[in-house]
């Protein structure tokens, strides 16, 4: 066991697992003084697979982009550290590393795939688990791994961040077919939009995972959208529903399924009484 001590950010651990666009990143004004641990690394390495638990250098865990990792480090040495973790991660899973950079705190490896490959990655931070059970988290990153092994979709990284500021989690890095368009890409992915989700309704769209709660779902698709409307009737809810779906045909989004349920009680909004809500699922 190799023990390993850094500087970490609040801000970019925080932002980890925003969607992030194809080649961008910006970081923000990071504070890298605050908050120093000093706590050791484990890493495994399993038939290809990559097994890692991060305490503390947490500029180890990459970012995707387009045919991108990238991460933000605090120095030379953080980054030397850093290409040393992927660099051969991607070189043992078929990608060709075409360029590396350092600059302004920033440390990127760019790589190639000659079959239209990429990496990307999913954390799992917000998904519903008893974040002070290692078992239930250990059972929980298995079963994601083997949905996206079913699916031809190879794991090559699984990083459990075990950090006693933030909820315990981990993070997968996997490999998919590279599109241009990245919500069109398919991706190891969460619906959770605050409001319970008609999952019959997507069965036949994407591959359920898990339902993770009544208002989350893990699944492996394109990137699912989901807007709610309220409405007064019946006929106020189809004009909403018919408007909806034309703005998303002028917007390129593709309509999958809806779904009009009368409310249990009116609920009022000013001088509006409205009767029913509509869901709406779409493709990005």
Excluded at 8 to 32: C, I
Excluded at 148 to 175: G, H, Q, S, V, W
Aim: net charge negative; no cysteine; glycine share 4%.
């Amino acid at each position: 066991m190799k023990k390993l001590y850094f500087l970490l950010s609040v801000l970019f651990f925080a932002n980890l697992n925003a969607q992030v666009k194809f080649d961008s990143y910006e970081f923000g004004a990071l504070d890298f003084e605050n908050v120093k641990i000093e706590i050791p690394l484990n890493a495994e390495k399993i038939d290809s697979d990559y097994t890692a638990t991060i305490t503390d250098k947490l500029f180890l865990a990459a970012q995707s982009g387009k045919n991108r990792l990238f991460s933000s480090v605090k120095n030379e040495n953080e980054y030397k550290e850093f290409l040393s973790f992927w660099k051969p991660i991607l070189e043992n899973n078929g990608f060709k590393v075409i360029s590396t950079e350092y600059k302004d705190d920033f440390a990127a490896i760019s790589y190639d795939s000659t079959e239209g490959l990429a990496i990307r990655n999913f954390w799992a931070d917000e998904m519903n688990y008893n974040a002070k059970d290692e078992n239930e988290i250990g059972k929980l990153k298995d079963e994601l791994i083997s949905a996206l092994d079913k699916n031809n979709m190879k794991t090559i990284a699984a990083l459990r961040i075990n950090n006693e500021i933030f909820r315990p989690t981990f993070a997968l890095y996997y490999i998919t077919k590279k599109n241009e368009t990245q919500e069109k890409e398919i991706r190891l992915r969460q619906l959770k939009k605050g409001e319970d989700i008609d999952f019959e309704l997507l069965e036949n769209s994407v591959i359920i995972v898990k339902k993770d709660s009544s208002f989350s779902l893990v699944y492996i698709g394109r990137e699912l959208g989901f807007v709610s409307k309220l409405a007064r009737d019946l006929d106020s809810a189809n004009d909403k529903l018919a408007n909806y779906k034309k703005f998303l045909v002028e917007n390129n989004k593709e309509f999958i399924e809806s779904k009009i349920i009368k409310l249990k009680e009116p609920l009022t909004v000013g001088e509006n009484v409205y009767n029913y809500l509509l869901n709406i699922y779409f493709f990005q």
